[in-house]
């Protein structure tokens, strides 16, 4: 049904960042991009099950492009194109968004499969309320974006923030896409 890949595609969304001394060039080990083809490929699989998750193939899908100029522009390719533009200024903020709308759709979307197997209530009650805990963390991660665009000053605690918020939905995410995997597949 396509868990697998799902799984794994949230691993990319972890960021692990080398930079290069005296340079701005960063490298994220593990790239979005590579995060958003495997939610896109789990998706192929798993939007015949529902509508939702359907709409959330087409937003990973839109989000490749994105997550690539993302990489590239922390190899310092394509500098120019970038430089305190859009993508540097409001990308950010847009991308939170789409990211919300993504798990929105899929969590809704996992929730719906969860319905049509039958027994599964506790289930069903762990994604709503995953789907609230995502939000949350959401919400931290745009408010300590916001923080940082007017108090630099407070860069690293807003950071940790951030860290903190994005670590905790993608393991809950990614530990509800196993459970819901193994309890789906046990029937």
Known sequence: MGFGFLLFGYFFFCDFTLGVPNTEMRFDMLPDVFGWVLLFVGLLFASCYSKKLVVAKYIAAVMILPALFSLLHGLCVW??????????????????????????????????????????????????????????CFFWIIGARIVLAFAPEMQGYCMLVSAFSTMVYLLLNAFTIFKMFREITAE
Request: hydrophobic share 45%.
């Open 79 to 136: 500098r120019v194109l970038f430089a305190d533009g859009f993508y540097t200024s409001v990308y950010p903020y847009l991308e939170v968004v789409i990211k919300f709308l993504f798990h929105y759709y899929l969590i809704f979307g996992l929730r719906e499969i969860a319905e049509e197997c039958g027994d599964q209530k506790t289930l069903c009650v762990r994604l709503k309320s995953n789907f609230i805990l995502t939000l949350f």
